[in-house]
Structure formats: structure tokens, C-alpha cells
């Protein structure tokens, strides 16, 4: 096997070319967290303009969400199997089709449907992105690539909610979903500069690992999403909690025992892609507690409008995309073990503390900007670092797969943040209603619908009688403040945990070659890493323009067992 060097002259083109690929996949990776999270301020208007249901309106936003984390892993396979940068631009593709079909909904049901399109399009791109990014930058300059692919993700998913609220306030409910297509066209134009790669020794597809891979973490979402509203005890949540188990285990015996697996068992060996990867899923917990409530603080409590509340997540955002690049160049120097303890032990459970503290109707907004400045700070050094660990410890052929399994752990994480911190403060909230309007006198029926959401206040509020209007109104938000409070406190228990997950199963010192693997087993190699740029479907055999040859022994392999392909 013929290896290139990757080494290239500062000036030179293809040094250039690198970084104009770094921005056709930053915008394609800005572009899906941003339509995750832009929905947040639109829903009220959707749900006015289709007179919807509860059920339907949540699933506006749920079905994003499940097919997105369903396909990841099958997404991830598909772009090494068939190529990355074809994958990518076939996502890229439904995603804005669907996109544009959404704004012209002629009702619920196939807005719903077009949300799930969304999410199949955006689970094609993401993994595509990072394993493209891995493809093409050589070891010594992944991390700071990594930085600004992180800092794009960081972006996209902090503006969504204010770029929400200004297109829902100057055109509509449907603007927000025009967002997609000149971000989307841009960066289809942009693919041209963008090599093809895949992984060289995957010859087939796993299927059967692909099916049960999928029905696991479709019904998992699923089941967490749902289970809030529908409560834990439904035979519906039950049964999705029993398919995912059972699909779960499927999964794992068919990885264990194909040739070629989905998600090779192999990646779990090595502590740094663990540890990056149970520190990012709890990691989570501290930054989707915050940008899930504050808004509804802001717009609820507060009394600001969509705009106004997306406006005020300035500081989080701001601080993720602009220190993201600078934690990526402090890597090296620091280390991924200190910066996966620090950020979130620090970072992540401090501005939850000043969250907790500070946090009451009247609060000064500066005191919230510090604690969003503080927490954004230390998601920018947790991804970069998060994401180069992980992607460092395994061999490039199966960057796909490795990516894939870093968004899905992401995904989920999010999602049962949200399902966790959301039944423990609905509990809380529900509490201190019940508590707080009893001695009112308010009909046995008001308090029941009031104890169940602060949004249910607009179906009681003007029922009641007007003299205990202002005190019932004052009795709702001090619950609601008092839920995100104790939610916060609740939060920094698993900051924390990611914290030290990141101390005990991380290394000290960056990885400085990528990880070689050989029958599933890890083999540490002096040799440089391959320049796809060069030679981006496979290394030629001719050992010429600095290459040389590897026995077989050396190739690039993170299989449980040998392929069954005959070594080039």
C-alpha cells in the first residue's frame, strides 16, 4: 500500500484549496444546526396559521429530530461505502427540496412530512462533513480545521432561534424555511472544489446492522420525545422503549459477528474515543438545558418578543463560534485531557451555578449575558477538542462511520438533555403551582391545566376572575423561574460527570498520527498520514512524489474481523 505525505508548503495550492473545502463543509454543517434549532420561535406561528393540534405542533419539531438521529449511522456507512462528497451533496439536495416544498404547506400533515424529509436530508450531510474534513486535512493541521468546522456548528445553532424570530417578524412563519436554499445553492457551488473519498477497503454494505441500527435509535428518540407529553407509563412509550432494547441488542450481535460492521465494536476499545465520546453526550445536558429554556424565560417570564429572545443568546453564540478556532490552536499546548475536564467542570457547571443563583423575574440581563458568555467559552473548547480525540483514534478509512457515531452521540445526548431536565422541571413547575395557587381559591379545573405548562395560561387566564389575575400571573412565572433554577442545579451534576469521564479516559498529550488498526486491533504507526487531496480515492502503487510502500500489515483497518478483500 502507498502512502502520500501530506506534507505541503504553507503557500502552496493545495495547502489553499484545504481551507476553501473547510468553508463549503462549515456552511453545509451551519446550514442543518441552524434549521434544527430556527423552528424554536417560528412554532407559534405555525401552529396559528394550521390551526394544529399539541401533538401536531410537537411533531413539527420531533420529526427533525427522529429521522435526523435515526439515519446518522446508516448515513455515515452510506458515504464511505458510496463516496462522502457524493452523499453529501444528495443530502444537500433534499434538504433544500424539501426545504421549499415545507414553506408551501398546504396543511399539518405535510408540513410534518416535510420536516422528516428535512431530516433525512441533513442525517446525509452531517457525517459527511466531518469525514471529509478528516480525509483531507493532514494530522498537524485537523485540530484548528476542526476549530472552524465546530465554531460553524456552534453558530448555526445559537443564531437559529434569533434569525427565527426576525424572519417570522418582517415575513412569516414560511421564511424560515426559504433560509436553506442561497445558503444551500452556495454550498452546492462550492463542491466542486471538494474531492471525492471513500473508505478504500469497505466493499459492502451492512445491512442488517443498518435496519436494526436504525429501528434502535429511531424508537429511542422517539420514546424519549414522546414520553414527556404522552407520560413514561403509556403502553405506546413502553413498547418503543421494548423495540429499542430489542433492536439494540440485535444490533450489537450482528456488529460483533459481521465481516464488515456498521459500527465497528472495535472504536469502543480505545478510552480516547470512548472518553470523547461519553464526555460529549453529557457535556450536552449543560448546553441544550440552557438554549431549551432561557428563551422560554425570555418570552414567557420576561415578556420579550421571538426576536428580542433570540437576540439575547448573542453572548453563547458569539463565544462558540469566534473561540472555538482559538481553544483548536490551544489544543496542542494543552492538551485534550485538561480541556475535556475543564470545560465542562468548569465552564459547563459554573455558568449553571450562576444560572441557578442569579436567575429570578426581574434579573438584570447583563448577569445572564456573563453566565451565556461563560458557558459558550466552554463549548468552544469542548467540541474542537471532543471532536479531534475521537476522530484522531481511528483510521481515516472509516471516518464515515467514526463521524457518524460522534453526531449520534451528540444527537441523543440533546435529546435526552431536553427529556431529562424536562420531566424534572415539569415536575418542579407542576409542584410549585399546585402549592402557590391552593390558597387562592381558584376552581380545582384552572389549577389542574395551569399546573401542566406556563403555556396552558392562555387558556385559563381569561376565564378567571380579574382580581386574581395578577397574583395567579405572578404565581406561574415565580414556578417557571423556579423549575429552570433547580433544572440548572440539576444540570451541573452531569457537567461534572463529563468532566471527569474526560480526566479519567482522555489522554494527556493530543494524538500526534492518526490511529492505524489492524484486525481490530490498534497499531501505532511513524508513518505520514495520506494527502487525498493528491490521491483522494486510493494511493497509487508507483512510490513516486514521496510516497513508499507499506507491507500489509500496515493498512488502514477498524474491523472486529479481517476484511474479506484481498489487500491492494
Partial sequence: MTVHSPATSAGSPTNRRRWVILLVLAGAQMLVQLDATIINTALPAIKRAFEMSESQSLW??????????????????????????????????????????????????????GRGLQGLGGALVIPQTLSILTAV?????????????????????????????????????AGVFWVPAPIAGLAMLGMAAVPES??????????????????????????????IQKGWTDSLIVGSFAVAIVAAVLFVIIERRTDQPLLPMAFFKQRDFTGSMVGMFFIMFALMGVMFYMPQ??????????????????????????????????LPVLGPRFMLFWAPAVHGAGALLIFSLVL???????????????????????????????MASVPVDLAGKASAVNNAGRQLGGTLAIAILGSFAAAVY??????????????????????????????????????????????????????????????IIFALISGVVGWILVPKRQRQEQMQWED?????QDAPVPDPLRDPLGPSAN??????????????????????????
Fill in 430 to 491: 407542576s409542584s410549585g403551582v399546585n402549592s402557590g395557587l391552593g390558597p387562592i381559591g381558584l376552581p380545582e379545573q384552572a389549577v389542574e391545566i395551569l399546573s401542566t405548562g406556563i403555556g396552558a395560561a392562555q387558556q385559563v387566564l381569561p376565564t378567571l376572575d380579574p382580581s386574581l389575575l395578577l397574583e395567579t400571573q405572578l404565581v406561574l412565572r415565580e414556578s417557571f423561574v423556579d423549575a429552570i433554577s433547580n433544572t440548572m442545579r440539576f444540570g
Fill in 137 to 173: 486535512f493532514p494530522r498537524e493541521e485537523r485540530s484548528r480545521a476542526i476549530g472552524i468546522w465546530a465554531g460553524a456548528m456552534g453558530f448555526g445553532m445559537a443564531f437559529g432561534p434569533l434569525v427565527g424570530g426576525v424572519l417570522v417578524d418582517l415575513i412569516g412563519w
Fill in 360 to 390: 429570578d423575574i426581574d434579573t438584570p440581563y447583563w448577569m445572564i449575558a456573563i453566565g451565556m458568555a461563560f458557558l459558550g467559552m466552554g463549548g468552544a473548547m469542548h467540541m474542537p477538542a471532543t471532536t479531534d480525540t475521537a
Fill in 520 to 524: 481490530g486491533k490498534p497499531v501505532e
Fill in 198 to 227: 471513500r473508505s478504500q477497503m469497505h466493499t459492502k454494505l451492512d445491512i442488517p446492522g443498518a435496519i436494526t441500527g436504525t429501528i434502535a435509535m429511531v424508537a429511542i428518540v422517539f420514546a424519549i420525545i414522546e414520553g
Fill in 297 to 330: 424565560f425570555f418570552q414567557l417570564v420576561q415578556g420579550m418578543s421571538a426576536a428580542e429572545s433570540g437576540a439575547r443568546l448573542m453572548p453563547l453564540a458569539l463565544m462558540m463560534m469566534f473561540f472555538a478556532p482559538v481553544a483548536a490552536r490551544l
Fill in 543 to 568: 512510490g513516486t512524489n514521496g510516497t513508499r510502500e507499506f507491507t500489509p500489515s500496515a493498512r488502514s483497518m477498524a474491523l472486529v474481523r479481517p476484511q474479506k478483500s484481498g489487500v491492494p
Fill in 60 to 113: 413539527v419539531a420531533d420529526a427533525y429530530m427522529v429521522i435526523f438521529g435515526g439515519l446518522l449511522l446508516l448515513a455515515g456507512a452510506l458515504g464511505d461505502r458510496f463516496g462522502r462528497r457524493k452523499t453529501l451533496i444528495i443530502g444537500m439536495g433534499i434538504f433544500v427540496v424539501a426545504s421549499i416544498a415545507v414553506a408551501f404547506s398546504p396543511d399539518a400533515n405535510f408540513l410534518i412530512v
